[in-house]
């Protein structure tokens, strides 16, 4: 099983930024892609930015310019540095990862997803 746990959410004005944090803990073979979600008010579940192992990132046309995914592959960790936040940023972000299971030379995946954590973007 992997846990993962999202941090770093909050309340901030327009033109502010934040930074989310999410890390991945249990019994962990190898964690594959992992991606920010978000879901606004009202609104339905959407990607905001994936990253691979090897660092290959793609983001939502909304964020480009403006929003920032990096890992720690050692730390087993992602983080979303938001900047420029505007009211419409406004949603629960959720991390999601896939890990990865060799067995046999067989490769399986398992989605997983954190709980989620608050953004308010207010004046």
């Known amino acids: 099983q992997v846990q993962l746990v999202e941090s770093g959410g909050g309340l901030v004005q327009p033109g502010g930024s934040l930074r989310l944090s999410c890390a991945a803990s249990?019994?962990?073979?190898?964690?594959?892609?992992m991606s920010w979600y978000r879901q606004g008010p009202g609104k339905q579940r959407e990607l905001v930015a994936t990253?691979?192992?090897?660092?290959?990132?793609n983001q939502a046309d909304s964020v480009k310019g403006r929003f920032t995914i990096s890992r720690d592959n050692a730390k087993n960790s992602m983080y979303l540095q938001m900047n420029s936040l505007k009211p419409e940023d406004t949603a629960v972000y959720y991390c999601?990862?896939?890990?990865?299971?060799?067995?046999?030379?067989?490769?399986?995946?398992?989605?997983?997803w954190g709980q989620g954590t608050q953004v308010t973007v207010s004046s």
């Open positions: 249990g019994t962990i073979f190898s964690i594959g892609d």
């Open positions: 999601n990862a896939i890990h990865v299971v060799v067995v046999e030379g067989k490769r399986y995946e398992f989605e997983y």
């Open positions: 990253i691979g192992y090897s660092g290959r990132t």
